[in-house]
């Protein structure tokens, strides 16, 4: 992290990627499952896969954006007793272990349970880079939110969709800091065989609208995906098909989830793009 108005970690990430000519690749799994332990050798099975961004789910009781595959991680992680004092813990050790930034990736009422300025200064303590809260619109954010993260150096990451105006859009990124993540279709998360046909053409027509990068997730699954969407974005977010890994593999995971970031990661390692203009 870094002083406001300075240069970030995840700043780092992507002004790295952007001299790469290649977009960022940012893997999501939920902290929790099967358990805190497991979530922690995940995330050094991401960092050595070749994450170049983490995104870390805060297990919720009503995750009302997500899709099945990651309703039942939630599930999971409930029962085996992650609390978010539980998530902050561990995601301390990693950051003694493991440079990748990490950000949360969170609905807001444990945010809110627990006190917003509580909340941001302990995930701060404890090495968060930023935070998603995903049913926070960027409307309802300006005052105590941004506030508290702001003063202790966490990123705000906001979402935008398919669905949102140029207005909603601007507005987003004016509070954002680190990147903007657009939902690459409406409904919820969970990977599919093909993406949306009109995909492409509106992440670039979002693009050209946001100051910060552009990072795309919902739905991207496979090396295929990664590679479509990675030409025109500017990250590349995977999680149901890694947190399905984790289902399959529970404790075991780690190593199956090192291959699959290491697969679906290289076609951003191997293919260049144009800069963007």
Request: glycine content about 10%.
């Amino acid at each position: 992290m870094s002083g406001l108005g300075g240069t970030s970690e995840i700043d780092r990430v992507f002004d790295s990627c952007r001299a790469l000519r290649r977009a960022a690749f940012v893997p999501y799994v939920t902290a929790g499952d099967p358990d805190l332990e497991t979530t922690l050798e995940l995330i050094g099975a991401l960092a050595d896969g070749g994450a170049d961004l983490i995104e870390l789910g805060v297990p919720f009781s009503d995750p009302i954006a997500d899709g099945p595959v990651n309703q039942r991680a939630a599930v999971r992680a409930l029962a085996s007793g992650t609390t978010l004092s539980g998530v902050l813990r561990m995601v301390s050790s990693a950051r003694q272990r493991w440079s990748v930034p990490i950000v949360l990736f969170t609905y807001f009422n444990p945010i809110l349970a627990r006190g917003v300025a509580h909340f941001a200064s302990q995930a701060a303590a404890s090495g968060v880079d930023g935070v998603l809260t995903l049913d926070l619109p960027p409307e309802e954010a300006s005052g105590e939110y941004i506030d508290a993260l702001r003063a202790n150096e966490l990123a705000t990451v906001f979402l935008v969709a398919p669905t949102s105006t140029r207005a909603r859009i601007r507005r987003a990124d004016e509070l954002t800091r680190g990147f903007v993540y657009y939902v690459a279709r409406t409904g919820v998360t969970g990977d599919r065989r093909e993406l949306a046909p009109e995909l492409l053409k509106q992440v670039k027509a979002v693009r050209r609208k946001v100051r910060h990068p552009l990072a795309v997730g919902f739905g991207i699954s496979t090396p295929e995906h990664v590679a479509e969407v990675g030409s025109v974005a500017d990250g590349v977010v995977v999680g149901s098909a890694l947190v399905r890994l984790v289902e399959e593999h529970g404790r075991d995971a780690a190593g199956p989830v090192a291959e699959a970031v290491r697969r679906l990661s290289e076609p951003l390692r191997t293919a260049r793009r144009g800069r963007r203009s």
